[in-house]
């Protein structure tokens, strides 16, 4: 029983603490500072998170039809299903300052290992 309440009284302190320094204040909030090397880690850690969260996600099927005008095609019907993405890269990326504005994501040279069962059917194909 004693253990549960303890986390309870801290959020309760922190709250209160919110509460009252907020209170007394123009504008209230939370100023942090953040160097170079902690938006590296960053990066490598998010980019990570990422790769692996692409891997265990069920991408939805996509269908569909499309009017290729420019080939003289009344229509292109098409479907793509069993999504996966198997291998996900972004070699170059980085985090930077902006003075005044924030941070800045810059990357290229992405790359991603995707396979999906496909099918399309045309009029100039039949």
Request: charged residues 15%; positive net charge; hydrophobic residues 40%.
């Amino acid at each position: 029983m004693c253990t549960k309440t303890i986390p309870v009284l801290w959020g309760c302190f922190l709250l209160w603490n919110l509460y009252v320094s907020s209170s007394q204040t123009i504008y209230p909030g939370i100023k942090a500072r953040i160097t170079q090397r902690a938006l590296d880690y960053g990066v490598q850690a998010g980019m990570k998170m990422i790769e692996q969260m692409l891997k265990e996600k069920k991408l939805p099927d996509l269908s569909g039809s499309e009017s290729l005008e420019f080939l003289k095609v009344d229509y292109v019907n098409y479907n793509f299903s069993n999504i996966k993405i198997s291998a996900f890269s972004f070699p170059n990326t980085s985090l930077a300052f902006v003075p005044g504005v924030g941070i800045k994501a810059l990357t290229n040279h992405g790359t991603a290992n995707i396979s999906t069962d496909w099918g399309f059917e045309s009029p100039l194909l039949g």
